[in-house]
């Protein structure tokens, strides 16, 4: 299993940028949500769910805040394990939060055969001479075409 990671501190867009590429995934790319599991309506609102294409599976969590979301996750994870999983994509939090080192230890008890971990860093936009809409716009542009891209190349490749 390969394991593309969106860190950050809190409220730089990592829900939001998972949503953003699960949606991608949905309507571009031809994955079809499992278990007739559907993303909330509302965009910020956590989620997981389980996508697949033929035989590749993808399984996405979008919140490890805390222990208890970090447990339902494995959960989750645990449930659906059967026809195994091609990709996991997660959010984690920044090395100072607590709960990354519990994310991690999980992550590692649910799955033996990690081949490959890859990390994408988020930041903060700031609202400076009140273009916040418009940096905002470039730097989410940026992220969901650096998120694409990676996963259509190697080793993700999703295409």
Do not use: C
């Not at 949905?26 to 035989?55: A, M, R, V, Y």
Request: aromatic share 10%; glycine share 4%.
């Amino acid at each position: 299993m390969k394991i593309l990671l969106i860190g950050g501190m809190e409220r730089v867009g990592k829900t939001t940028s998972i949503r953003r590429l699960t949606e991608t995934l949905i309507k571009s790319k031809g994955f079809q949500p499992e278990n007739n599991i559907n993303l909330p309506s509302n965009p910020t609102k956590d989620f997981k769910i389980i996508l697949h294409k033929n035989d590749f599976r993808i399984i996405i969590n979008s919140a490890s805040d805390n222990i208890n979301i970090i447990n339902s996750f494995k959960d989750f994870f645990e449930e659906n394990i059967l026809q195994g999983y091609n990709i996991l994509i997660s959010s984690v939090r920044d090395d100072d939060f607590y709960p990354r080192k519990n994310f991690f230890e999980t992550i590692n008890q649910l799955s033996q055969n990690i081949d490959f971990t890859l990390e994408i860093p988020l930041a903060k936009t700031t609202r400076q001479y009140n273009n916040f809409d418009i940096q905002l716009k470039w730097y989410e542009e940026k992220i969901d075409s650096l998120l694409t891209h990676i996963l259509e190349h190697h080793p993700y490749n999703i295409s």
